[in-house]
């Protein structure tokens, strides 16, 4: 089996939410379209463009910011330095104007209705979130291509070598938990083994800044979702729950900036309880901003975004963890595990149910915080199986198609299970585990292959049919 080549830089992207795969992805997707314009002519020789959304990007486009994210990757917006404030106002000046601004560049004709049609009723075989455009030049020419984001903000161009930018030497391939202990048996911790991987791509400094950006990143959501007041944009009327969470704890405590609210955390309080509900507000916090259109963190997924900066941040608080070396060897922990499950299963959840976003994530940080609290390897590969086969069948059917109920609870649940798994990995000895992380991988990608379409984030079954929902369309 060739090996994959995915960067820790791969599985934590920068964005915005609420959907890597139905947000960020089509938006990277869009983003290309303008390339391949520029590259083939000039943006002002477009004479019509349309964008056709197909499976799951059709059925929870709307509720997931699908069509927003398109147009603002056809507007030539970086989701990762945009200003998010300013996403509604300038998706409905399109919308009101009927015109958009191709590349940031050229005015072109584009009413959202008809040049962004959602096929409700298609899919495209490779993968359930397709999109296409449809380019047409004043000459008469025309063309299209078509992209499928394929899951934490990957995007795969139709008839493209995917892989081909992944094929990279790397001094330790590896495609599976076993390929990694066979590495980390030579003395080395997984994360000095994912960082010597990394080396093939850049230099280590460069890593290590870039690590500590998205670190910057998580604390700025974080710390923004607990102090944001108010209800969630959609229609489902859902009160943001980590600002009132947030005021209870800190009680009277002053503060004025991150730093100094950590260390009224830390002050505050102490127990199982103190410490549980601090978790469940950071989880909360990350993903109420996720639902607002927020900047956040893909870790693996914008949907469950909260579970690897909440046991982050336990880590930090509460287990003596902050310092920057200890937080770039946690992300790189736990960016090696959700690869692994990239290349194994999958860590979308249009192919396989909610298990493969806040499944994925919760092994992610369960392995991370195992090491980091002093765990050997074998260990934090088993608190990364546990965590994972406790998350088995988990199914995606969000209300309304938002990432808001069941998602932005289950984040929370996530995140506690990832401690809970570690607790129980360290108290364990690996050497008598039944169950493999291989093992556990392989089954999760046999029950994604087995479950109904309609528990894969089309909200044609479970909560999505039994709360339902009518939204105003766009």
Same mark, same amino acid.
């Given at each position: @089996?060739?090996?994959?080549?995915?960067?820790?830089?791969?599985?934590?992207?920068? *964005?915005?939410?609420?959907?890597?795969?139905?947000?960020?992805?089509?938006?990277? !997707?869009?983003?290309?379209?303008?390339?391949?314009?520029?590259?083939?002519?000039?943006?002002?020789?477009?004479?019509?463009?349309?964008?056709?959304?197909?499976?799951?990007? !059709?059925?929870?486009?709307?509720?997931?910011?699908?069509?927003?994210?398109?147009?603002?990757?056809?507007?030539?917006?970086?989701?990762?330095?945009?200003?998010?404030?300013?996403?509604? %106002?300038?998706?409905?000046?399109?919308?009101?104007?009927?015109?958009?601004?191709?590349?940031? &560049?050229?005015?072109?004709?584009?009413?959202?209705?008809?040049?962004?049609?959602?096929?409700?009723?298609?899919?495209?075989?490779?993968?359930?979130?397709?999109?296409?455009?449809?380019?047409?030049?004043?000459?008469?020419?025309?063309?299209? &291509?078509?992209?499928?984001?394929?899951?934490?903000?990957?995007?795969?161009?139709?008839?493209?070598?995917?892989?081909?930018?992944?094929?990279?030497?790397?001094?330790? %391939?590896?495609?599976?938990?076993?390929?990694?202990?066979?590495?980390?048996?030579? *003395?080395?911790?997984?994360?000095?083994?994912?960082?010597?991987?990394?080396?093939?791509?850049? %230099?280590?400094?460069?890593?290590?800044?870039? @690590?500590?950006?998205?670190?910057?990143?998580?604390?700025?959501?974080?710390?923004?979702?607990?102090?944001?007041?108010?209800?969630?944009?959609?229609?489902?009327?859902?009160?943001?729950?980590?600002?009132?969470?947030?005021?209870?704890?800190?009680?009277?405590?002053?503060?004025?900036?991150?730093?100094?609210?950590?260390?009224?955390?830390?002050?505050?309080?102490?127990?199982?309880?103190?410490?549980?509900?601090?978790?469940?507000?950071? #989880?909360? !916090?990350?993903?109420?901003?996720?639902?607002?259109?927020?900047?956040?963190?893909? #870790?693996?997924?914008?949907?469950?975004?909260?579970?690897?900066?909440?046991?982050?941040?336990?880590?930090?608080?509460?287990?003596?963890?902050?310092?920057?070396?200890?937080?770039?060897?946690?992300?790189?922990?736990?960016?090696?595990?959700?690869?692994?499950?990239?290349?194994?299963?999958?860590?979308? +959840?249009?192919?396989?149910?909610?298990? +493969?976003?806040?499944?994925?994530?919760?092994?992610?940080?369960?392995? +991370?915080?195992?090491?980091?609290?002093?765990?050997?390897?074998? $260990? !934090?590969?088993? +608190?990364?199986?546990?965590? @994972?086969?406790?998350?088995?069948?988990?199914?995606?059917?969000?209300?309304?198609?938002?990432?808001?109920?069941?998602?932005?609870?289950?984040?929370?649940?996530?995140?506690?299970?990832?401690?809970?798994?570690? $607790?129980?990995?360290? $108290?364990?000895?690996?050497?008598?585990?039944?169950?493999?992380?291989?093992?556990?991988?392989?089954?999760?990608? $046999?029950?994604?292959?087995?479950?109904?379409?309609?528990?894969?984030?089309?909200?044609? *079954?479970?909560?999505?049919?039994?709360?339902?929902?009518?939204?105003?369309?766009?």
């Amino acid at each position: @089996m060739p090996h994959e080549a995915i960067s820790v830089f791969d599985m934590f992207k920068i *964005g915005v939410g609420p959907s890597s795969s139905h947000t960020l992805g089509p938006w990277r !997707a869009a983003l290309r379209c303008v390339d391949t314009i520029r590259q083939k002519t000039a943006l002002d020789q477009v004479a019509s463009l349309t964008v056709l959304l197909y499976g799951s990007l !059709a059925k929870t486009g709307r509720g997931h910011g699908t069509d927003i994210a398109v147009l603002m990757g056809l507007s030539g917006e970086d989701p990762v330095t945009i200003d998010v404030n300013a996403i509604t %106002p300038k998706t409905t000046a399109i919308s009101i104007n009927r015109r958009i601004p191709l590349g940031g &560049e050229v005015w072109l004709d584009f009413d959202v209705k008809q040049n962004l049609q959602f096929l409700f009723h298609e899919s495209l075989p490779f993968h359930p979130n397709g999109l296409s455009f449809l380019v047409e030049l004043k000459n008469g020419d025309s063309w299209s &291509e078509t992209f499928y984001s394929i899951g934490g903000g990957f995007v795969v161009k139709e008839g493209e070598d995917s892989d081909k930018k992944n094929r990279i030497e790397l001094p330790f %391939p590896i495609n599976t938990a076993e390929d990694l202990l066979h590495f980390c048996m030579k *003395g080395m911790a997984i994360h000095e083994v994912v960082m010597e991987n990394e080396q093939a791509w850049r %230099p280590e400094e460069e890593t290590r800044k870039g @690590m500590l950006r998205i670190w910057q990143t998580m604390q700025e959501c974080t710390y923004r979702g607990c102090h944001a007041n108010g209800e969630l944009p959609g229609g489902l009327q859902v009160r943001r729950r980590a600002f009132d969470l947030n005021k209870k704890l800190i009680k009277d405590q002053q503060y004025t900036d991150f730093q100094e609210w950590i260390t009224c955390i830390r002050n505050g309080g102490s127990g199982f309880q103190y410490i549980l509900d601090w978790v469940s507000c950071f #989880a909360l !916090a990350v993903n109420e901003e996720n639902a607002s259109f927020g900047r956040v963190v893909t #870790a693996p997924t914008n949907g469950a975004a909260g579970v690897i900066p909440a046991v982050l941040l336990y880590f930090v608080v509460f287990n003596d963890g902050y310092s920057e070396d200890k937080i770039t060897r946690f992300l790189l922990t736990a960016s090696e595990i959700g690869s692994i499950f990239k290349k194994g299963a999958t860590i979308s +959840a249009a192919m396989g149910g909610c298990q +493969a976003e806040i499944g994925v994530s919760s092994a992610m940080a369960a392995a +991370a915080l195992t090491e980091s609290l002093g765990g050997t390897q074998r $260990q !934090a590969l088993m +608190a990364a199986e546990i965590a @994972m086969e406790h998350h088995l069948g988990l199914t995606c059917d969000p209300i309304g198609g938002l990432v808001q109920i069941p998602c932005i609870e289950r984040n929370t649940m996530g995140a506690i299970k990832a401690i809970t798994a570690s $607790q129980l990995a360290l $108290q364990s000895s690996p050497d008598y585990a039944i169950v493999s992380l291989d093992k556990v991988i392989t089954t999760m990608w $046999q029950t994604a292959l087995d479950m109904n379409s309609k528990y894969k984030e089309t909200a044609d *079954g479970g909560l999505a049919v039994n709360v339902p929902l009518s939204l105003p369309e766009c």
